[in-house]
Each structure stands twice: as C-alpha cells, then as structure tokens.
T-cell receptor
Framework: AQSVSQHNHHVILSEAASLELGCNYS??????LFWYVQYPGQHLQLLLK??????LVKGIKGFEAEFIKSKFSFNLRKPSVQWSDTAEYFC???????????FGQGTELSVKP | DTAVSQTPKYLVTQMGNDKSIKCEQN?????MYWYKQDSKKFLKIMFS???????INETVPNRFSPKSPDKAHLNLHINSLELGDSAVYFC????????????FGPGTRLTVT
C-alpha cells in the first residue's frame, strides 16, 4: 500500500543545533514529495517540494530536503534551528501524479531557547 | 484576507447528533478537500471535489456527506456522530491539476462526548 512514514515522533533540540527529520515512502511509481509545516495554532503550510531534477531541494526559512531514490527517502534538514521552528512537520507524497496527498504521521519539533 | 476559512473552529457535541462544518476558499481554486487528523496527528484525506464534482472518496463511513454548493464552498455534514469521530478536520483547496499546492484552512476541532 502507498504510505509514508516519519521515524521521529518528537524531536527536542536546543537553538543552533542541526536538524534532520526522516521520511520514507513506499514504492509505487513516480513520486512527488513534499514537506508541510504546522506552527502552533496555525494551518498547514508548504515548506518545500520535489518533482524532478536536482534531488536537493531548498525551501523557505533555510530548510532543505534531499531525495534519495535508492533509499525511498526525503529527509528534511536545517543546519541551525531557531526557537521559531517549533512546529509539527509533515512529509507527504503523491504517486504517479495522482490526485491525493498521502501524509506521514508527523514529527513534532520542540526547540529550546 | 483569509484564503481558506472554516467554521466553526471548535465543535463539542454529543453522540448521535448531526453536525456540519463549513469551508470556504477565496483563492479561485477548482479543487477542494477534506482531511481528518486523528489524536496521533495522522492526517488522512477523506474527500476531494473538483468543480463541485466528487473525485476522491476514501473509505469513509456514509454518515459523512460532503456537499459543494459551488466551487468556493465544500461543507462536511456528519450524521449520528460517534466518539471515534472526534478529531481535527481540515479543509484545503488547490488549482486543478496542482494537488500538491494545497492551501489549508485552520481546522475544526470536533469533540464528541
């Protein structure tokens, strides 16, 4: 079945620490990959996306993600987190340009000032 | 200038009741979605409408009935509410053919007692 898994349920970091959130998707053909962020009390927002081309994708607020096809992964990274990055992060995928986003279960990131 | 709005934001009701959640988008999008986020933050699509026509209908109890009076609105009506319906329900919209560029509403937290 088409699915997305995020390995980290809750990550706690101090400011300036580096971040990597794992995301793996099941095989199912051509994929488009996304990271969404949900800040406390706010709605989901698109952080970055991958369709094709350079597997290293840069998004807003200094985030980047790398698509590794052989590992079915699309991990999210940030070299130095800030307190304002505290949020819930969701990895998502569409298969074969299909009509629906399939989300992972989310990773809660808490950044200590 | 809210792009995707939902009402109400919070809804507390008793088992067996019928309730509706409204969604409106002012982005001129053709496609609208309903998602359910359970207590474990897992976000799953329920329905998708394109130009008022149902295009995605996941395995959802038929107590849930979406209604799209026009392409700017997609309401969710739930009959005979059950405890397991307690969740946060998100509405989203996108331009036709851009399923990934979804704009989400703020969510409606439904609590069934």
């Amino acid at each position: 079945a088409q699915s997305v898994s995020q390995h980290n349920h809750h990550v706690i970091l101090s400011e300036a620490a580096s971040l990597e959130l794992g995301c793996n998707y099941s095989y199912g053909g051509t994929v488009n990959l996304f990271w969404y962020v949900q800040y406390p009390g706010q709605h989901l927002q698109l952080l970055l996306k991958y369709f094709s081309g350079d597997p290293l994708v840069k998004g807003i607020k200094g985030f980047e993600a790398e698509f590794i096809k052989s590992k079915f992964s699309f991990n999210l990274r940030k070299p130095s987190v800030q307190w304002s990055d505290t949020a819930e992060y969701f990895c998502a995928v569409t298969y074969n340009q299909g009509g629906k986003l399939i989300f992972g279960q989310g990773t809660e990131l808490s950044v200590k000032p | 200038d809210t792009a995707v709005s939902q009402t109400p934001k919070y809804l507390v009701t008793q088992m067996g009741n019928d309730k509706s959640i409204k969604c409106e988008q002012n982005l001129g999008h053709d496609t609208m979605y309903w998602y359910k986020q359970d207590s474990k933050k897992f976000l799953k699509i329920m329905f998708s409408y394109n130009n008022k026509e149902l295009i995605i209908n996941e395995t959802v109890p038929n107590r849930f009935s979406p209604k799209s009076p026009d392409k700017a609105h997609l309401n969710l009506h739930i009959n005979s509410l059950e405890l397991g319906d307690s969740a946060v329900y998100f509405c989203a919209s996108s331009r036709q053919g851009t399923v990934h560029e979804q704009y989400f509403g703020p969510g409606t937290r439904l609590t069934v007692t």
